[in-house]
C-alpha cells in the first residue's frame, strides 16, 4: 500500500489513528448508553480499518465487541473496550515508528 500512496501514505496512516481514536471514544460513549446497535456499528468500521492497516490483534477485538453488541451485552464489556484502545495505542506507535 505504501509504494501505492507514496507521499500521501503519512496521511493516511493519521488518518487511521485519529478516526480510530475518536471510534475508542464512541465505543465507550455506547457503553455508557448501553447501546449495543452503535457499538456494533463502531466496532464493525473500526475492524474493517484495522484489518485495512494490518492489525490483526485490534481487528480480532474489534470482532468479538461486534458479537458482544449482537448478544446485546454492551454493558459487560468495558474491559473489551479498554483493551481495544490498548492494541490501538500499539498500533498507532508502530505506525509511527515506522514513518518515522
Excluded: W
Aim: glycine share 6%; charged share 25%.
Amino acid at each position: 500500500m505504501r509504494d501505492l500512496l507514496e507521499e500521501d501514505f503519512a496521511d493516511l496512516m493519521q488518518t487511521y489513528i485519529t478516526d480510530s481514536q475518536a471510534r475508542v471514544a464512541s465505543l465507550r460513549d455506547a457503553l455508557g448508553h448501553a447501546d449495543n446497535a452503535t457499538g456494533f456499528d463502531v466496532a464493525h468500521t473500526l475492524k474493517g480499518a484495522s484489518a485495512n492497516v494490518g492489525a490483526p490483534r485490534l481487528t480480532e477485538c474489534c470482532a468479538q465487541m461486534q458479537e458482544a453488541c449482537r448478544d446485546q451485552t454492551i454493558a459487560q464489556q468495558g474491559g473489551l473496550i479498554e483493551l481495544i484502545a490498548q492494541e490501538l495505542e500499539l498500533v498507532a506507535e508502530e505506525i509511527r515508528a515506522r514513518l518515522a
